[in-house]
């Protein structure tokens, strides 16, 4: 005459691990699995937790319910950046309903603010020696830096400019290293670009944040023929010829050794 069934066991549910921790876009698939032993997953429901720190927790929300599998929704972060816990509750076709877990079946982070970085000041202007020590400082509210880029661009004349050039990254503070100017004597700019643990990528900058010339050509000079060989009256006045291809003349020296009869010369 009738028939009926028993099922007592709740359902059990969890969200699949989400990786990379850290994630810049959304919305994020999260998916879920869902097992039930007797009359079969009816719903599950997404619920989720968020901390601006990764300490002060608010209320656990629920996301969304599905009542059917696949067990899939595209979450899309609702309180912006900062820390997620998920967990997911399944019910059956008996109104067995899975108790909440006690601790989370997933966690990530959102992060969508650029990092940023900047190239150390180069002092002196002008540089004789090579390598010289490139650093940079760089920042990330959230998620903290995974790396920083350093590039250069090469002036022969500081006017004609090449295409900026990479010069490499450095995942570790404090960043920086050792810079040879590849492109021999002449003048060069510097900026940094950081990219935090989320992916984001500092934006290039509009100008160079660091910049120096190098010079390692000594100057040139001569002093000039000095005629008549011989002078009665004083003082003599006695002019040089300099040359200096880039750097320029800061100053030029005048030396003078002494001899009474031609043959035993003083010191300069």
């Known amino acids: 005459d ?11 549910s969890a969200v699949k691990a989400i990786s990379p921790y850290w994630l810049a876009a959304q919305p994020l698939s999260v998916t879920a699995t869902a097992t039930d032993l007797t009359d079969g997953v009816t719903a599950v429901e997404l619920w989720y937790r968020f901390a601006a720190d990764n300490a002060t927790w608010g209320a656990w929300a629920n996301f969304g319910t599905l009542n059917a599998a696949p067990w899939s929704w595209n979450f899309t972060f609702p309180d912006g950046d900062g820390y997620y816990e998920l967990y997911t509750r399944a019910s059956d076709a008996a109104d067995n309903y899975e108790s909440a877990p006690a601790d989370a079946d997933a966690i990530c982070g959102y992060d969508t603010v650029n990092p940023t970085s900047s190239i150390d000041a180069i002092s002196p202007y002008w540089q ?3 390598p010289i020590n490139l650093s940079a400082q760089g920042s990330d509210s959230l998620s903290g830096l995974a790396y920083l880029d350093a590039w250069y661009r090469f002036a022969p004349d500081n006017a004609t400019w090449t295409a900026w050039i990479f010069i490499g990254s450095d995942p570790t503070a404090p960043y920086g290293g050792d810079f040879n100017f590849p492109n021999g004597n002449g003048y060069y700019e510097f900026y940094s670009r950081a990219t935090d643990l989320a992916g984001n990528n500092e934006d290039i900058p509009a100008t160079a944040g660091a910049l120096c010339a190098f010079d390692s050509d000594l100057p040139m000079s001569n002093v000039d023929a000095i005629t008549p060989y011989w002078h009665t009256t004083m003082p003599l006045t006695a002019t040089a010829t300099v040359t200096e291809a880039l750097s320029g003349i800061t100053y030029v020296e005048f030396w003078y050794s002494h001899s009474a009869d031609n043959i035993t010369f003083g010191a300069y």
């Open 128 to 130: 004789t020696s090579s």
């Open 2 to 12: 009738t028939l009926s069934a028993y099922d007592s066991p709740s359902p059990t």
